[in-house]
């Protein structure tokens, strides 16, 4: 790319443990408004593609009060088309705002989006507060913890995924090889032997969309498995097509021999080798202690509050509880499922969903609910109307004191 880029490009290695699995690469600031036309002495959206094919992970920065995608920004994410599996949205400082500007922001951020990354899925937005300074808004705070935590175990997981996603890239320059052969060597099969050969030239470059189909058919080739059209006319601008090589068979079925046989090999190597031994995680610095003590995500909320305390948690509410049982008309201390239902469908929650807190609730199975059991299905009821999950099984800090069994007795 040039000495002009070469003296830009700054290498910094440092004592942490985060970069003994990753390496981490940030591109100068992107130019906005009048910037745009200072000139940065490289071709940066070309450097980016480069660095692009051979990442595991792109992520795209965006700070909730400044969404524009400038010309150069445009530039820089159409680079990286074909890397879309990679492309990971980062709205930060989400803090900044409400929580109605917010949802304006993705919203807007999402329209933008659009315009420029044309795939028909939607990339994936993580929102969130990503510095060490206090919440300005605090009312998303479980939200942005629950974001950072989902980018967190995203990053987390690249190592592991590293080994795979080299095969792949092996298998994506393997097939893109071939097809290169392919047309090098249809293009100088059509070339005039002696007279017009650059009319004939011009002619083949306007003619390689047509080209590429009859290849296809030819050859039995996936259509993405081609170079873009755009790309390969400007390449073959500057080449003699009389000089191309011939297409030789023999390394077409080397290299369809490896793809069938070999590849399944490797796949085979790497998964024998993750079962030996430990995942490969990004560990330190962020990624390690905040899922440990009071302030991991979700420690005291849902599901986990009262698990510390030495009352049982239900009890808090249970007078209220006890209210409703009653007006349910128990018999020998105890309702119907049918009158259950009728008060547990108050709360519009699905019947999957009841269904779920039913059986955690229903201690000893037997089809009817005492009033502690009635009590612990309303507390899980309250807990899922406010968007925490539900466990399979359930814990020991929620069963009910009569259904505890009693070591002493056990024993």
């Not at 032997?193 to 650059?198: A, D, K, M, V």
């Not at 083949?204 to 755009?230: A, C, K, N, W």
């Amino acid at each position: 790319f040039g000495l002009s880029f070469i003296t830009r490009f700054i290498c910094s290695q440092m004592p942490n443990q985060v970069l003994q699995s990753i390496s981490i690469i940030d591109t100068p600031g992107i130019l906005s408004g009048e910037k745009q036309r200072i000139s940065r002495g490289y071709d940066f959206a070309e450097v980016l593609r480069w660095f692009g094919e051979r990442v595991d992970r792109i992520i795209l920065l965006f700070d909730a009060h400044k969404l524009d995608i400038s010309d150069e920004f445009s530039e820089a994410i159409k680079a990286f088309k074909g890397q879309d599996d990679k492309i990971r949205v980062v709205l930060n400082k989400a803090d900044q705002v409400d929580t109605q500007q917010l949802m304006r922001v993705y919203g807007a951020l999402m329209w933008s989006l659009g315009k420029v990354i044309n795939t028909p899925e939607v990339v994936r937005v993580y929102l969130g507060s990503f510095w060490a300074k206090p919440l300005q808004n605090t009312e998303n705070r479980r939200l942005f913890e629950a974001e950072s935590q989902d980018l967190f175990r995203d990053i987390q997981s690249l190592p592991r995924n590293a080994a795979l996603r080299k095969l792949n890239d092996l298998i994506k320059r393997a097939r893109l090889a071939k097809v290169h052969a392919y047309i090098i060597s249809y293009l100088k099969k059509e070339m005039p032997s002696l007279f017009g050969r650059e009319k004939k030239k011009e002619e083949l470059i306007m003619r390689l969309p047509e080209i590429y189909t009859v290849l296809q058919r030819e050859h039995h080739i996936s259509p993405g498995d081609f170079p873009s059209v755009t790309k390969m006319q400007d390449m073959l601008q500057h080449y003699d097509f009389s000089k191309f090589p011939s297409l030789k068979m023999k390394l077409i079925e080397s290299v369809d021999k490896m793809l069938a046989t070999k590849i399944a090999g490797l796949m085979a190597m790497i998964r024998d080798e993750e079962s030996k031994q430990p995942p490969a995680m990004v560990s330190g610095g962020a990624f390690e202690g905040s899922q440990d003590g009071p302030f991991g995500q979700g420690y005291g909320e849902g599901i986990s509050a009262g698990a510390d305390a030495e009352d049982w948690i239900v009890s808090r509410e249970k007078h209220r509880y006890d209210e409703i049982f009653y007006m349910l008309m128990p018999v020998n201390g105890k309702i119907t499922g049918v009158n259950a239902k009728k008060e547990m469908m108050n709360s519009h929650l699905p019947n999957t969903v009841l269904g779920k807190i039913w059986k955690l609730a229903d201690c000893d199975r037997d089809g009817m609910l005492d009033d502690e059991e009635f009590a612990l299905a309303q507390h899980l009821i309250k807990i899922k109307l406010e968007g925490y999950e539900l466990p399979n099984e359930l814990p020991d800090h929620l069963v009910p004191p009569s259904h505890r069994k009693n070591p002493t007795a056990d024993a």
